[in-house]
């Protein structure tokens, strides 16, 4: 007998302080019979990874060159300045663009904030690298601006942050080849949506349950609080038993 062929993978890249758990987690729960595969990439490296076939779909940060990929959104990241532990801006809980002034601002070439005109004073040399840049703040070269889960991916015992309240949000987005909207692609879309297991997007294929009328609402909402015990079960009137359970009540 011959045995099933292996479903192929769904390869999944995520950028660094994306976190996919939650979603791989659901995605195993879901499908457990089709693997996924996570491949660690540069945010700079990830929108060439999708258009050639790298990997199915990405975690990425906006913006990107959306040439040849569909994009959705999830959710923004709010970003802060990270600063050494004995540094004047750790006396506030956070700060505003403007109180980096007086700084030295890193700039690392992995950057992917959006700033209209970056704060404080640009250091003499852009660092390579996000990770590159916590060194030099460690060093007490300048500080440096990103978004809260690469302060915390870089963590250090002898730096800390602070939120920079008006500083341009860190949007993070899903990404897959426009061309190549596969089923386990929809599959994961769903995921990272929140749609229920049922959806009728995805392998599943189910229709939705069609939506109910206000009277159906409410007969539910009734028959849920009879068989809870919370109130008496509703005679039928019309047949003639109400009359009859009447007339034996008053005996």
């Known amino acids: 007998m011959t045995e099933p062929a292996t479903p192929s993978p769904f390869r999944l890249a995520y950028v660094p302080g994306v976190t996919p758990?939650?979603?791989?987690?659901?995605?195993?729960?879901?499908?457990?019979?089709?693997?996924?595969?996570?491949?660690?990439v540069t945010a700079a490296d990830a929108p060439a990874l999708l258009r050639d076939g790298g990997v199915d779909a990405a975690l990425v940060r906006l913006p990107i060159d959306r040439d040849g990929l569909s994009v959705i959104a999830l959710y923004e990241e709010t970003p802060v300045v990270v600063v050494p532990k004995d540094h004047v801006i750790t006396a506030a809980d956070d700060v505003a663009a403007a109180d980096l002034a007086d700084e030295v601002v890193l700039?690392?070439?992995?950057?992917?904030?959006?700033?209209?005109?970056?704060?404080?004073?640009?250091?003499?040399?852009?660092?390579?690298?996000?990770?590159?840049a916590i060194e030099l703040v460690a060093a007490g070269v300048g500080v440096l601006v990103v978004p809260q889960s690469l302060a915390r991916l870089h963590h250090r015992k002898d730096l800390t942050y602070r939120t920079v309240t008006d500083a341009p949000l860190s949007p993070v987005a899903?990404?897959?080849?426009?061309?190549?909207?596969?089923?386990s692609v929809e599959e994961f879309v769903g995921i990272v949506r929140g749609r229920s297991a049922n959806s009728s997007r995805g392998r599943g294929g189910d229709e939705p349950a069609p939506k109910r009328t206000a009277s159906q609402k409410a007969a539910a909402k009734r028959a849920a609080r009879?068989?809870?015990?919370?109130?008496?079960?509703?005679?039928?009137?019309k047949s003639g038993k109400g009359k009859t359970g009447a007339k034996r009540g008053r005996r």
Not at 115 to 122: H, N
Not at 176 to 183: K, L, Q, S
């Open 21 to 40: 758990s939650k979603w791989v987690r659901i995605w195993g729960e879901r499908l457990p019979d089709v693997p996924l595969e996570l491949v660690a």
């Open 107 to 132: 700039h690392p070439h992995d950057d992917t904030l959006e700033w209209q005109s970056r704060p404080g004073t640009p250091a003499l040399h852009r660092p390579d690298t996000t990770a590159d």
């Open 174 to 183: 899903l990404a897959w080849p426009a061309g190549a909207t596969t089923e």
């Open 226 to 237: 009879v068989e809870a015990g919370k109130v008496p079960p509703q005679r039928n009137t």
